[in-house]
């Protein structure tokens, strides 16, 4: 049986790969790739531990099945938001996007 360690470690390594590409990266979709790595990270830590501190409850499942919803609907809200942005500005750099500014 594999330690929780390793898996903890896997999930931060996973964390530390999506933290990094929504700070370094200027392409809006990177930034929301970024995102769903960290989002999977939760997951990951989310069903390690439901896997070695009760695993007879079900609450483990059923907040990684939440998690997967919420990166579903972020992913669709934030597609749709880009491709607006770039229909508007024909470019998805964040740095250019700035359309609440006068």
Known sequence: MIPLSYYLVFAAALFSI???GVLARKNAVAIIMGIELMLNAVNVNLLAFWRY????WIAGQAFAIIVFAVAAAEVAVGLALIISIYRRRSTVAAEEIDLLKW
Do not use: A
Request: glycine share 28%.
């Open 18 to 20: 999506g933290i990094f």
């Open 53 to 56: 501190l009760e695993p007879g």
